[in-house]
């Protein structure tokens, strides 16, 4: 390991898939209006291009499409557009309510399956953990073609320069997920697998750090969206700042997002009727 930082293995929190998502859409001019007026927005588009990712990930077996299928199914089947996500070379990524958690899942695949070093030489591989193998972001990706810790930073799917890795390992460091206490640096589930996998995509597509910071949050508002909706009532009520002029790199941290920081936050500000999340699996 290059780091002794401590850091700790999360519990799963079961919630549910309802996904809304705040107004974060436009990376290159973004402001989201009152806390209130911040949500129901159907869909934001991504800086990024996904290309033939999917195809790629299926034939490498990071993907094995009729566990995939089987697990879809259950739930109406693939959509045209999942379908595409699968097969076919497509253009920017978008983010809908409807499909928010298989975008979740295909960035998962991403984050597991694409070789870095933060995988290798970062938190993962602390022996204090026993391997990288005993992670809900590793045991529990169940529909890989094989062994998952077989395709564990094992597909150059993304080539980063050392400029590009550089930033993505600085930026994972201060991105973290209320689901537990660690930030994307140490990715031990499938959120900060995930946001990985989108970190790497971003900085290979020469994204900006401002813009890797303001497109986070608004993935992160997608899977955890009252937790966002919470903190903006917390800066509007206790420091009178309105969520228009919040600094993602500022909420994306561990005094906001990290599941310690939000608890603190919720302790200080009425919560609303339902909770709605995204839980940590397929």
């Not at 996500?85 to 998962?108: R, S």
């Not at 899977?223 to 206790?238: G, H, Q, R, S």
């Not at 969520?243 to 561990?254: C, N, Q, R």
Request: glycine content about 8%.
């Amino acid at each position: 390991m290059n780091e002794s930082k401590n850091y700790l293995i999360p519990t799963a929190v079961a919630l549910s898939a309802i996904i809304v998502v705040y107004a974060w859409f436009n990376p290159a001019e973004t402001k989201i209006s009152e806390p209130d007026r911040a949500i129901q927005v159907s869909s934001i588009e991504l800086p990024i291009v996904w290309g033939n990712l999917g195809a790629r990930m299926i034939n490498a077996g990071v993907i094995d499409r009729a566990k995939l299928e089987a697990i879809y199914a259950q739930r109406g089947g693939l959509t045209s557009e999942k379908k595409q996500l699968l097969e076919e070379e497509t253009g920017k990524l978008k983010i809908t309510q409807e499909n928010a958690g298989f975008i979740l899942n295909l960035l998962w695949a991403l984050g597991l399956g694409n070789k870095n070093e933060i995988l290798e030489k970062g938190p993962m591989m602390d022996s204090r953990y026993g391997g990288a193998g005993g992670f809900a972001s590793t045991g529990g990706w169940t529909i890989a073609k094989g062994n998952t810790i077989n395709h564990y930073s094992r597909h150059e799917f993304i080539k980063l320069t050392p400029e590009q890795q550089k930033l993505v390992e600085e930026v994972s460091k201060n991105i973290y997920r209320p689901c537990c206490d660690n930030p994307t640096y140490f990715p031990d589930c499938n959120h900060g697998m995930a946001m990985l996998g989108l970190l790497e995509l971003m900085a290979s597509q020469g994204v900006s750090e401002s813009d890797m910071y303001k497109t986070a949050l608004a993935v992160n508002s997608y899977w955890f969206p009252d937790t966002y909706l919470i903190i903006a009532k917390y800066l509007k009520e206790k420091k009178n700042i309105n969520w228009e002029d919040a600094d993602p790199k500022e909420i994306l941290g561990s005094n906001y997002s990290s599941a310690s920081g939000y608890q603190n936050i919720l302790s200080q500000v009425v919560l609303p009727v339902n909770n709605q999340g995204q839980g940590c699996v397929i």
